[in-house]
T-cell receptor, first 110, second 116 residues
Framework: GQNIDQPTEMTATEGAIVQINCTYQTSGFNGLFWYQQHAGEAPTFLSYNVLDGLEEKGRFSSFLSRSKGYSYLLLKELQMKDSASYLCAVRDGGNNRLAFGKGNQVVVIP | NAGVTQTPKFQVLKTGQSMTLQCAQDMNHEYMSWYRQDPGMGLRLIHYSVGAGITDQGEVPNGYNVSRSTTEDFPLRLLSAAPSQTSVYFC???????????????FGNGTRLTVT
């Protein structure tokens, strides 16, 4: 099975940097995804990690440590539109199912 | 390009009624899945399919049925609706494996279901 843990909510100022953590336990690991979900909308894909290290995509970066069962999403130069829930999802290598954490709500204030 | 299309967007049912939530994708994805999303619970997998004719249970399958007669369609059936099934339902699809390689899940816009 899979167990994915994320903190629930954080507030940050426009222009700042925020780090959202995700820890996971899984019987078989085959990739970790980060999604963004605005209130009342569907999740949208942000990033994917399968090997250890940092993946950078514009203002967003994601890091993975498989030995620690740990990932983080880094949001730089925060904008008001970044106010959303950020979901961590882990793919099980045995059955390829994608299990989601409960999400971390980020509120950006001026 | 339509992507993943879910219907209806909103639905109100009475306890005991049955209904089908429709999901269709036009990206030729092998993998399709249904999630429900409840406050404080995150997205929980109900059922999934890795291809036409193949379905399997997820984390919370009770009270739901699925079928996959074509690659494009993956309907979710509520057999006898209960208030506990009040939720937002998302259909999602991807290339095989639910994210094989770096192929992410593509989500529909969701169906907001209330059971009274």
């Amino acid at each position: 099975g899979q167990n994915i843990d994320q903190p629930t909510e954080m507030t940050a100022t426009e222009g700042a940097i925020v780090q959202i953590n995700c820890t996971y336990q899984t019987s078989g690991f085959n990739g970790l995804f980060w999604y963004q979900q605005h209130a009342g909308e569907a999740p949208t894909f942000l990033s994917y990690n399968v090997l250890d290290g940092l993946e950078e995509k514009g203002r967003f970066s994601s890091f993975l440590s498989r030995s620690k069962g740990y990932s983080y999403l880094l949001l730089k130069e925060l904008q008001m539109k970044d106010s959303a829930s950020y979901l961590c999802a882990v793919r099980d290598g045995g059955n390829n199912r994608l299990a989601f954490g409960k999400g971390n709500q980020v509120v950006v204030i001026p | 390009n339509a992507g993943v299309t879910q219907t209806p967007k909103f639905q109100v049912l009475k306890t005991g009624q049955s209904m089908t939530l429709q999901c269709a994708q036009d990206m030729n994805h092998e993998y399709m899945s249904w999630y429900r999303q409840d406050p404080g619970m995150g997205l929980r997998l109900i059922h999934y399919s890795v291809g036409a004719g193949i379905t399997d249970q997820g984390e919370v399958p009770n009270g739901y049925n699925v079928s996959r007669s074509t690659t494009e369609d993956f309907p979710l059936r509520l057999l006898s609706a209960a208030p506990s099934q009040t939720s937002v339902y998302f259909c999602a699809s991807s290339s095989i494996g639910g994210g094989q390689g770096n192929s992410p899940l593509h989500f529909g816009n969701g169906t907001r279901l209330t059971v009274t």
